[in-house]
Structure formats: C-alpha cells, structure tokens
C-alpha cells in the first residue's frame, strides 16, 4: 500500500461554492433502534468460517444477567446501522468498592470479534477498529458514547468490577443515522428472489454511507472518495433520489481544486472541509462523470454552469498526461486506481477512462454552450491512437503496457468508452468472460461494478445478470447484511491492507446493483 505524502501543496478555495455546499446540507434523520437478540460468536458460514448464532441467554432477561470480571454479551440489532450507542448500567452486590472497566466492540461482521483479538499488522491505523474502554466511577449512569459506530453487532465485555459487585445492563439503544430513509425509496423489484434481496443489500448499503456527504464507508474511511461518490450518485438516483446530498458534493470538491487545477481524490468534512493531498488520475476524471450524471438526472443548468470551470481545470490537467502518440502515460505523481488489486497493468483503462470523461465533459460543453471543436479533435485523436496501437486486430483484445498485457480491466474500460462498434464491444465482452472469468486479480465490487456495467452496455444481460447474482449472491451467502469494500470469491480471507479487521463491511461502492438492475433489468 502506498501513501502520499510529504509534498507541499496549494489549494485554491472558492467560498461561493462552499456556500453553496453549505445550503445544500440538510439535517440527518434518526431512527431508534433497539436490539432483537443476545448472540455468540461460532464457526460456520460467515468470512473466514466466523457466523453468528442465538446465544442461550435472552434478551428479554438482559436486567437479570449479572455479568463480573471476564464475562461479556453480544448485542444484535438485527440489521447494520450507523449512529450512537447508549445503555444504563447499574451495580448489584455490595456498595462499587472499585470503578468499572468496560470494553466495547461494534462489528459490522462476526469476524471482527475473532480478528480484533489478534496482533494488529494490517496497513491501515489501527485507530480505525471500533472498539473503545472506558472507566465508569459511579453507578448507576447512562453510559452514551460519543463517537459514531457503524455496526450491527455490539459486545460488552467487562474487563473488571471487584469481586464484591458486578453489573447489569438496562434498556441498550442505537441512534441510527443517515440522510434519507428506506420509507422514501422507490421501490422496484424484479421477478427473481435473489435479485430482490440484492437490491434490498444495495439500498441498505447506500442508505448506511448517505450521511453528511456520501461516505464510502461508515466505519471507515468515513469520508468523500470521488472514485465511491460517482457510483453512489448513480445508486440513489435508482433509489432515493436525493439531489441535494450529490450537488453538496459535487460543490465541495468543484471548491478546492489545488491552484494548478487537479482535483482531490478524497476530503475530509468532519468540520471546515479539507482537501487530501492523495491524487488518482481516474478518481479526478470523475469529477466531469459526476456531475455529468447529475445533469442527466437534474438538468440543473447552473450547477452545471458553475463547476464547469473547475471541471475544464481538472480536464486541462489529466490531457498533460498524453504523450505523443496521444496515449496516456502515467507517473508516480498522479497514479489511478481501477481496483485495489495491483497486479495488472493499468495503463490502457487510464486513456480510456480519459476518453469516457472527455466525451462527457465534450456533452456539458454543449450544456453551456461552449465551443468544443477542439475537444471534439483531442478526442478523435485518442480514439485514433487507441485504435493503432493498443488494439490487436487479431486476437480482438486491447493490449496494456509497455509487455502488450491482456487483462480484463482494459476491455471493460475500453468497452464502457463505446470506441468500438456494438457488435465488436458485445464479441469482446462475451469473449473477455471466456477469457478472464473467474477473474484472478480482481479484488473489489467497484470493479465488479465495471464489469457488468460493460457486459450491460454491450448487450451481453444475462451474462451480466448471471454475475451480479455470483459475486453479490456471494456476499449474501456469506452473511452480508450491507456489501463490502472488498470481496474476492477465490481467497475468502482477502483484505486489501492484510487484515480482515480493518476492511468496511458497508462500503458504498458495492452498492450498484440497484443501479445496474434498475437501468438494465428487463
Ligand atoms: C480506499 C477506500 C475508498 C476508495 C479508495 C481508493 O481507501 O476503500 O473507498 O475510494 O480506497
């Protein structure tokens, strides 16, 4: 894993747009949430052979269950949820001749319980485990807590009391978060079982992560990732339809460009928003992607005229990256992303996500009535480059890098450019799924998402529809109640940062399906 850092950087800061940002900001809503059932944790179908099942004490006895030194309880609240803890705690037995010392942990998956437990070596800050200890001096009190947990599951271990006392839990209750309500979706269905449950994991996956801003996940990095934005953006306009949440972000990256003009991957909003000093090639594209969509949404004519400037900047900056054949060519300055996995060669799906942006970005100009001959002739130039020199003829696959590599990545990205005819991009597609499938150094719904979203785009549906049900329908197998950041069907221990406690269990980039079904699903 490879961070950025250490370069100094200037932002620019455009206070209109971060008011504008501002005006878009509507207060959360809340649901409580009370817990259905104490739970154990076993070995059985689950991540890595970690489930769940109904422990032998009830929930309905919780103020009976007197719990001392070592002993602790699984709450469940039958469902994942992001907000606020609480419960009463009081003391039985003699007078609390010492404090109490409580550990709590909140998992979104059983096997965060067994993995919490171990030596932490994952590549992430171990900060971001949600656990917490906490000395309580006086019973009987309301424990709340004050930082926000994503979860469905919470533990209560008592590390001690004394052993003249123990205590007892009363009346545990979650504040569940989030910008929009499942109440409010537009429901659709289709007519096959899985498929709907499917849909139901998306919305509630999307619902989770829609917060102040689309975060990508809740439990972490809990913060605006454009690359998660764009496809979360697409979700819920298949789902909640809530335009203000995407013009507040799309206004808060359009406000903070760096003075040269890229765009941020990520910002952080916790308090005044902060632009992160990370940049992906593709995930700065996806500005122009976004707000794209959001205009085939919205036909909201004046966002589009305001961050179209910002927009151009970030395009300015991407067409640096040509070379000169007119392909790009990437250094270790602004990398991309396309998939957690580094295995492949990324080179291809960089110029043709280029060419997916800049057909976009070519549509706004005409939005506001810009001239875009210029762009229209970069374009051409590119597909022309394309064409000559990462295109075999003979075998009908894009090739990537300087070693001619053939990967799936580089078709779909190719495919969802639309350079070729329909027929050629649907041969391609079918003959990629003989080729690649089951993908080898895949490792994330978000590019699972491309896939299909290729396989769709070139009239290859049931292939397309016989995946989602595979790769999701895993998850759910597995126990999802919310998909995740990172699923790879072939090694089930996967963690793209070596440790199986750290990965988000509700990520928001997995939710697609409810897009992908709504838009393709006949
Ligand atoms: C991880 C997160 C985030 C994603 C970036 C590129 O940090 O999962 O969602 O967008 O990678």
């Given at each position: 894993?490879?961070?950025?850092?250490?370069?100094?950087?200037?932002?620019?800061?455009?206070?209109?747009?971060?008011?504008?940002?501002?005006?878009?900001?509507?207060?959360?809503?809340?649901?409580?949430?009370?817990?259905?059932?104490?739970?154990?944790?076993?070995?059985?179908k689950?991540?890595?052979?970690?489930?769940i099942?109904?422990?032998n004490?009830k929930?309905?006895?919780?103020?009976?269950?007197?719990?001392?030194?070592?002993?602790?309880?699984?709450?469940?609240?039958?469902?994942?949820?992001?907000?606020?803890?609480?419960?009463e705690?009081s003391?039985?037995?003699?007078?609390?001749?010492?404090?109490l010392?409580l550990?709590?942990?909140?998992a979104?998956?059983?096997i965060?319980f067994?993995?919490?437990?171990?030596?932490?070596?994952g590549?992430?800050?171990?900060?971001?485990l949600?656990e917490?200890?906490?000395?309580v001096?006086?019973?009987?009190t309301?424990?709340?807590?004050?930082?926000r947990?994503?979860?469905?599951?919470?533990?209560?271990?008592?590390i001690?009391?004394?052993?003249k006392?123990?205590?007892?839990?009363h009346?545990?209750?979650?504040?569940?978060k989030?910008?929009?309500?499942?109440?409010n979706i537009?429901?659709?269905?289709?007519?096959d079982?899985?498929?709907n449950?499917?849909i139901?994991?998306?919305a509630?996956?999307?619902q989770?992560?829609?917060?102040?801003?689309?975060?990508d996940?809740?439990?972490?990095?809990?913060?605006?990732?454009?690359g998660?934005?764009?496809?979360?953006?697409?979700?819920?306009?298949?789902?909640?339809?809530?335009?203000?949440?995407?013009k507040?972000?799309?206004?808060?990256?359009g406000?903070?460009?760096?003075?040269?003009?890229?765009?941020t991957?990520?910002?952080?909003?916790?308090?005044?928003?902060?632009p992160?000093?990370?940049?992906l090639?593709?995930?700065?594209?996806f500005?122009i992607s976004?707000?794209?969509?959001?205009?085939?949404?919205?036909?909201d004519?004046?966002?589009?005229k305001?961050?179209?400037?910002?927009?151009?900047?970030?395009?300015?900056?991407a067409?640096?990256?040509?070379?000169?054949?007119n392909?790009v060519e990437?250094?270790?300055?602004?990398?991309?992303?396309?998939?957690?996995?580094n295995?492949?060669?990324?080179?291809?799906?960089a110029?043709?996500?280029?060419?997916?942006?800049?057909?976009?970005?070519?549509?706004l100009?005409?939005?506001?009535?810009?001239?875009?001959?210029?762009?229209?002739?970069?374009l051409q130039?590119?597909?022309?480059?394309?064409?000559?020199?990462?295109?075999?003829?003979?075998?009908?696959?894009?090739?990537?890098?300087k070693?001619?590599?053939i990967?799936?990545?580089s078709?779909?990205?190719?495919?969802?450019?639309?350079?070729?005819t329909?027929?050629k991009?649907?041969q391609?597609?079918?003959?990629?799924?003989?080729?690649f499938?089951?993908?080898k150094d895949?490792?994330t719904?978000?590019?699972?998402?491309?896939?299909?979203?290729?396989?769709?785009?070139?009239?290859?549906?049931e292939?397309?529809?016989?995946?989602?049900k595979?790769?999701?329908?895993?998850?759910?197998?597995?126990?999802?109640?919310?998909?995740?950041?990172?699923f790879?069907?072939?090694?089930?221990?996967?963690?793209?940062y070596?440790n199986?406690?750290i990965?988000?269990?509700?990520?928001?980039?997995?939710?697609?399906?409810?897009?992908?079904?709504?838009k393709y699903?006949?």
């Open positions: 894993m490879h961070f950025q850092t250490g370069k100094k950087i200037d932002f620019d800061r455009n206070n209109k747009f971060l008011d504008k940002a501002k005006d878009a900001q509507k207060p959360l809503l809340t649901e409580t949430v009370v817990p259905q059932k104490l739970v154990t944790v076993t070995k059985g689950g991540i890595d052979g970690i489930t099942e109904a422990s004490q929930l309905e006895n919780l103020s009976h269950i007197k719990l001392g030194k070592g002993d602790s309880i699984i709450l469940d609240l039958g469902n994942h949820h992001v907000g606020y803890f609480s419960v705690i003391s039985v037995g003699s007078p609390m001749d010492a404090p010392f550990h709590l942990v909140f979104e998956q059983p965060e067994v993995k919490i437990t171990e030596p932490y070596d590549a992430l800050s171990k900060s971001w949600q917490d200890y906490i000395h001096d006086q019973l009987p309301v424990l709340k807590l004050n930082r947990y994503s979860c469905r599951y919470i533990k209560l271990e008592v001690d009391t004394s052993p006392w123990k205590v007892v839990f009346n545990p209750t979650f504040e569940a989030s910008a929009v309500s499942l109440a537009a429901t659709f269905k289709t007519d079982d899985q498929l449950k499917i139901a994991v998306s509630k996956t999307l989770d992560c829609m917060q102040d801003v689309f975060e996940g809740p439990k972490r990095d809990r913060r605006l990732w454009l998660d934005l764009r496809l979360q953006a697409l979700a819920n306009y298949a789902s909640f339809n809530d335009q203000n949440l995407v507040r972000c799309l206004y808060l990256f406000a903070l460009p760096t003075s040269s003009g890229r765009i991957s990520n910002l952080f909003t916790g308090s005044e928003p902060i992160d000093d990370t940049f090639y593709d995930y700065g594209l500005f976004t707000l794209f969509d959001y205009y085939q949404q919205y036909h004519k004046e966002t589009v305001d961050l179209f400037l910002p927009a151009k900047r970030e395009l300015a900056q067409l640096l990256y040509l070379n000169k054949q392909l990437l250094k270790s300055d602004w990398p991309i992303y396309v998939d957690s996995g295995n492949f060669d990324k080179s291809t799906c110029t043709a996500i280029l060419i997916y942006a800049l057909k976009q970005f070519i549509s100009g005409q939005v506001v009535n810009e001239d875009m001959t210029d762009y229209t002739r970069k130039d590119i597909v022309e480059a394309v064409l000559n020199n990462l295109y075999d003829k003979k075998t009908g696959f894009f090739v990537s890098g070693n001619k590599e990967n799936v990545a078709q779909v990205w190719m495919v969802l450019a639309h350079i070729l329909d027929e991009n649907q391609l597609m079918a003959a990629s799924m003989k080729k499938y089951p993908f895949i490792t719904p978000y590019m699972y998402h491309h896939i299909v979203a290729a396989l769709f785009e070139s009239s290859n549906n292939l397309a529809i016989n995946l989602i595979k790769y999701w329908g895993g998850m759910l197998d597995l126990g999802a109640d919310t998909f995740w950041e990172a790879k069907p072939d090694d089930l221990d996967f963690s793209p070596n199986l406690a990965n988000s269990y509700c990520h928001a980039w997995s939710c697609t399906p409810i897009y992908l079904l709504k699903y006949k």
